[in-house]
């Protein structure tokens, strides 16, 4: 599922109190640890939520993966943003902290270093890479210009912030947990959603109570909790298969197209079997698609960021042509599955 932008203000429903706690901290302090677990929307709350909360004026974000090196992937980011301020390259400062600084003096705005998926610096960094980050956050902290860190991460990970509490002693100190979100508000999140796609012009629905609560049923897993970060996947398909039967005018969603398409295991499963298989018979090698995947994910199953040079080692390990992989790659990202950064 992608994360919710600044531009989907107009879809992103059922985050608004965590959205207004997370607005105030802002005012309370420079460091704010946000946690939670895997599919509660942290990344949509910063991004769409917290964002939009912000003036432009008020607001210079960069949202920042670890890559292959953190302090690496955030010096780029710095860099290029005073590069578009014509700051002269002889004029930059190595310090990170400085470079900070010196952006906010030729933007006028706060700047937000939003730290995604911090959990990557522990699953793939070394313990020198983590020891020189948090020096970095403390010499930012120590800086008087009005900059801001976000570190947003699975809870699962907390425990390996101990040992940079020493460094940073203000680490724990504001800290936000996002919780799954309660039934009740899964309900209106999908109803609200419906209704502003109807409204937009995108679909006409029909039977909204009942569709609404078919849809939440087939939302849950194991007839437990229901899973909010699968809604986007089913709604695509409860798109595609009333587009299927749809004349004219925008395309009709209705109840009775629930039984066409059955829990959300099934959906997923049979979303990506059928788009492997195609995928496998277009390259002409069996299996090789999910080894691909493979290679994209962690040992402990987080996302990882793949640079260009690991992905041609990744090719030859496989025995791939060029355009075979970047075949697989075009397709993942057309499935949403992965996503490019430029």
Known sequence: MDAYEKKDKELFFGREQETQTLYDLTFNTRLILLYGGSGTGKTSLIQCGLANEFRDTRWYSFSIRRGDNLLDSTQNELQAALEQHQVQAAEIPEDLSEQAELLYRHSFKPIYLIFDQFEELFVLGSEEEQQAFFQFVRSFLNKKFPGKIIISMREEFIADLWDFEKIVPSLFEYRFRVEKMRTEMVRQVIEKTLQKLEEMGKIKVSGLEQLTEGVMNRLKVDDK??????????????????????????????????????????????????????????????????????????????????????????????????????????AFEQMRIIKRFN
């Open 225 to 330: 909790q229901v899973e909010l970060t699968y809604l986007q996947v089913f709604l695509d398909r409860l798109y595609r298969v009333a587009a299927q039967d749809n004349g004219s005018g925008p395309v009709h969603i209705r109840p009775a197209l629930l039984d066409k398409i059955g829990a959300i295991k099934d959906v997923i499963g049979e979303f990506l079997d059928d788009q492997i298989a195609l995928l496998e018979e277009e390259i002409g090698q069996k299996g090789v698609a999910l080894k691909i995947l493979g290679e994209l994910v962690s040992d402990k199953k987080t996302k990882k960021r793949v640079a260009v040079e690991t992905l041609e080692d990744i090719r030859k390990r496989l025995d791939l042509q060029p355009e075979q992989l970047q075949r697989c790659l075009d």
